[in-house]
């Protein structure tokens, strides 16, 4: 496991491969790990792996969340570096623009925001 990974997933999930966030306003979720937003899923699991997975199949397979991760990241990493990688992974928005963003559902999740996560990563990372 790289370093990248063990810091996101401490974040996210604290290295749960069975977590589901909680729903968002806009009816998504997050999944797995490294806490991939449902949405996503199809598309970079057929990116990563050749085949769309649904968020269940992906919930129940650590080794395609290791995968997609692994290249999803990677691909920000090799582009922005690790602070701007690690806010695209949060907000899909480099640094300078994702870190006054915010995760808050209110009412349900408090919240972090774009600058307390890559915080929290660097710190981990």
């Known amino acids: 496991q790289s ?3 063990g810091a996101i997933s ?3 999930s604290g290295g749960r491969y069975d977590l589901r966030g909680p729903v968002t306003r806009t009816g ?6 490294y806490q991939v937003m449902g949405a996503n899923i199809p598309a970079w ?3 990563h792996l050749g085949r769309r997975m649904t968020p269940d199949e992906f919930l129940a397979d650590q080794a ?3 995968a997609v991760f692994r ?3 990677g691909t920000h990493l090799n582009r922005y570096g690790p602070q701007d990688a ?3 992974w949060f907000t899909g928005q480099p640094y300078s623009v994702g870190r006054t963003r915010t995760d808050a559902i209110p009412g349900v999740h ?10 929290r990563f660097m710190q981990g990372y």
Request: proline share 6%; hydrophobic share 30%; glycine share 12%.
């Open 86 to 88: 690690a806010s695209m």
């Open 64 to 66: 395609a969340q290791d």
């Open 71 to 73: 290249g999803q990241f």
């Open 10 to 12: 401490s974040v996210e």
């Open 110 to 119: 408090p919240g972090l925001t774009g600058e307390q996560y890559v915080n």
């Open 45 to 47: 699991t057929e990116r």
């Open 28 to 33: 998504d979720r997050a999944y797995g790990r």
């Open 3 to 5: 370093p990248f990974a």
